[in-house]
């Protein structure tokens, strides 16, 4: 994504009680799952510089753990260990891009992106890390 703001949604699905957001946070990449109504973030160490382009993803992987990356780097991962999928095993809801468009993961309303997105991909499974460097070098 290329981001005008540092702020808002690069993709979204779910509702308030499960849901998965990746996003911009005061010009930071953020990772966050909610499971049971409880929001897990997993929050960037590492700046995005605004007006430029850059890959983020989030991982949520077999351990439980939320980790955010920054053109192939962790650059976060989220404290709590607890998500657990729904007992349907999936979440629920429509995947927007560019917002939260029903306002509910984040509790943030629907926070546009500002800026532009090139690529949306979404895997069930986990990337290993030079997958996932390949990937943030196209």
Same mark, same amino acid.
């Given at each position: *994504?290329?981001?005008?703001? #540092?702020? #808002? %949604?690069? /993709? !979204?699905?779910?509702?308030?009680? $499960?849901? &998965?957001?990746?996003?911009?946070?005061? =010009?930071?990449? *953020? $990772?966050? &799952?909610? @499971?049971? #109504? %409880?929001?897990?973030e997993a929050s960037g @160490?590492?700046?995005?510089?605004?007006?430029?382009? %850059?890959?983020? !993803?989030g991982i949520l992987d077999s351990d439980g753990r939320?980790?955010? $990356?920054? =053109?192939?780097?962790? %650059?976060?991962? !989220?404290?709590?260990?607890? $998500? /657990? &999928?729904?007992?349907?095993?999936? /979440? !629920?809801g429509m995947m927007t891009v560019g917002s939260d468009t029903e306002g509910q993961i984040l509790g943030r309303g629907k926070y546009p992106l500002r800026g532009m997105i090139e690529d949306v991909r979404f895997y069930y499974g986990v990337l290993d890390n030079s997958s996932l460097r390949e990937w943030a070098e196209k």
């Amino acid at each position: *994504c290329k981001s005008d703001s #540092g702020e #808002g %949604v690069v /993709i !979204a699905q779910g509702r308030r009680d $499960f849901g &998965l957001g990746l996003y911009l946070k005061e =010009n930071r990449p *953020c $990772f966050a &799952l909610r @499971s049971d #109504g %409880v929001l897990y973030e997993a929050s960037g @160490s590492r700046k995005v510089p605004r007006g430029e382009w %850059v890959h983020i !993803a989030g991982i949520l992987d077999s351990d439980g753990r939320v980790q955010v $990356f920054l =053109n192939g780097e962790r %650059v976060g991962m !989220a404290k709590e260990r607890h $998500f /657990i &999928l729904p007992r349907s095993g999936r /979440i !629920a809801g429509m995947m927007t891009v560019g917002s939260d468009t029903e306002g509910q993961i984040l509790g943030r309303g629907k926070y546009p992106l500002r800026g532009m997105i090139e690529d949306v991909r979404f895997y069930y499974g986990v990337l290993d890390n030079s997958s996932l460097r390949e990937w943030a070098e196209k």
